[in-house]
Nanobody, 127 residues
Framework: VQLQASGGGLVQPGGSLRLSCAASGFTLDYYNIGWFRQAPGKEREGVSCISSRSGDGSTYYADSVKGRFTISRDNAKNTVYLQMNSLKPEDTAVYYC???????????????????WGKGTQVTVSS
């Protein structure tokens, strides 16, 4: 089971980025998937999560990103995306994707609820 996060970079405030979480060795459909981030000096936090397609497929967003970020799946590519719009400097962090499963349960968007982690991708929002 491997997860690979990509798509980070440097963007100006108000800009957009799309992060990708590609899976190998398993089918994402049966797993809950989460995006987490950790800024310097801060604890890792759950940003957005999506329940497995074998479950209810529900989504979760942290209050700080509601209305700006969207999580989605591309089953054909075995990839989960995080579309990030209207980025703010406080969104600057290393972003990680993680998975839990296989499961039909609703995702718990906490790091202790995840079994597998990919390496992070840096997102920097700065003018």
């Amino acid at each position: 089971v491997q997860l690979q996060a990509s798509g980070g970079g440097l963007v100006q405030p108000g800009g957009s980025l799309r992060l990708s979480c590609a899976a190998s060795g398993f089918t994402l459909d049966y797993y809950n998937i989460g995006w987490f981030r950790q800024a310097p000096g801060k604890e890792r936090e759950g940003v957005s999560c999506i329940s497995s397609r074998s479950g209810d497929g529900s989504t979760y967003y942290a209050d700080s990103v509601k209305g700006r970020f969207t999580i989605s799946r591309d089953n054909a590519k075995n990839t989960v995306y995080l579309q990030m719009n209207s980025l703010k400097p406080e969104d600057t962090a290393v972003y990680y994707c993680a998975a839990n499963g296989p499961t039909t349960g609703t995702v718990l968007c906490k790091d202790y609820g995840m079994d597998y982690w990919g390496k992070g991708t840096q997102v920097t929002v700065s003018s």
